[in-house]
């Protein structure tokens, strides 16, 4: 992926389509930390103040996850599995 740009605003639901291949996941995943890019920076507005995703702490990733990021996989058994948990 090259020259991506994403802004979101908060309360905003965003939904991304796009033919196979078209880099969809790899934007998600990206978002979420799981993959990490070459080169660039992922900027994320967390609790009051900017986080550079690259850069951050395996806390600091998992605090974004818990609390600011929300994900919901394409695939229903992942989603029901997760329901089982009791938080």
């Not at 020259?3 to 991304?16: F, K």
């Not at 395996?58 to 996850?65: D, E, K, M, S, T």
């Amino acid at each position: 992926m090259q020259d991506a740009n994403l802004t979101v605003s908060s309360g905003e639901c965003v939904v991304l389509h796009g033919h196979s291949g078209s880099g969809k996941s790899t934007l998600l995943r990206s978002l979420y930390a799981n993959y990490l890019p070459d080169s660039g920076k992922i900027w994320i507005h967390h609790q009051n103040d900017w986080l550079e995703l690259v850069q951050a702490e395996a806390r600091q990733i998992l605090a974004v996850r818990r609390h600011t990021i929300g994900w919901v996989s394409q695939f229903l058994r992942v989603i029901l599995v997760s329901a089982r948990w009791k938080w």
